[in-house]
């Protein structure tokens, strides 16, 4: 294969990865559900090796499983590792909130103030929006970080966190708004004392 079919394969991969990650952590593919892989090709406009590839990535993640015989399903959600994986994140975020402040560079802190400006000017109207704004703003933080390994597991916990969060809102909305509100303006309290410290 030529180096720009690589490439091609990669990306196609890559945008196969994001598309149905965003399904599963959504529940537009809910827990328990079969994974048609033709079905995803077709809505997806994909191949099939690069749409193989992301559901690899996604069984690494523990998002997807292959079971012999049977075919791949979205891995089942087990609220009681939020307990274990909020321990996880909680020494992780901690250490990469750390290391974004040291390294910070001006664009960093200029995309993380705007984010925290849309939050403090009431952009968020629902639940959603606040999920998808928290999520901007991790994401902005683990990339200041400069440690691509440090990113990737975070991102990885960081998507089995939200799996979680998107089935407590579609159980019980207001539970749901009121826990990720107060995580919300908690981790944005520490961000703007960490790029006040920095």
Do not use: C
Request: hydrophobic share 45%; proline share 3%.
């Amino acid at each position: 294969m030529a180096v720009a079919e690589q490439v091609e394969a990669r990306s196609q991969s890559e945008v196969a990865y994001a598309r149905i990650l965003e399904r599963i952590v959504s529940l537009e593919m809910p827990p328990g559900s079969v994974v048609n892989e033709a079905r995803l090709r077709d809505e997806l406009g994909i191949g099939r090796t690069p749409i193989r590839e992301a559901l690899q990535r996604l069984a690494r993640e523990n998002l997807v499983k292959s079971v012999p015989h049977r075919g791949t399903f979205v891995t089942d959600v087990n609220l009681t590792d939020l307990a274990r994986i909020t321990e996880v994140r909680v020494v992780l975020e901690a250490h990469a909130a750390r290391l974004a402040t040291e390294k910070l560079a001006a664009a960093d802190r200029e995309s993380i103030e705007e984010l925290l400006e849309l939050l403090a000017r009431g952009y968020v109207t629902d639940q959603r929006d606040l999920m998808q704004l928290d999520q901007r703003i991790h994401r902005t933080v683990y990339r200041a970080a400069r440690n691509p390994f440090l990113e990737s597991t975070l991102e990885r916990y960081f998507n089995l966190s939200l799996r979680l969060w998107y089935l407590v809102l579609d159980r019980d909305v207001e539970l749901a708004e009121t826990m990720m509100r107060r995580h919300v303006i908690g981790f944005e309290s520490e961000i703007r004392r960490l790029l006040v410290e920095g």
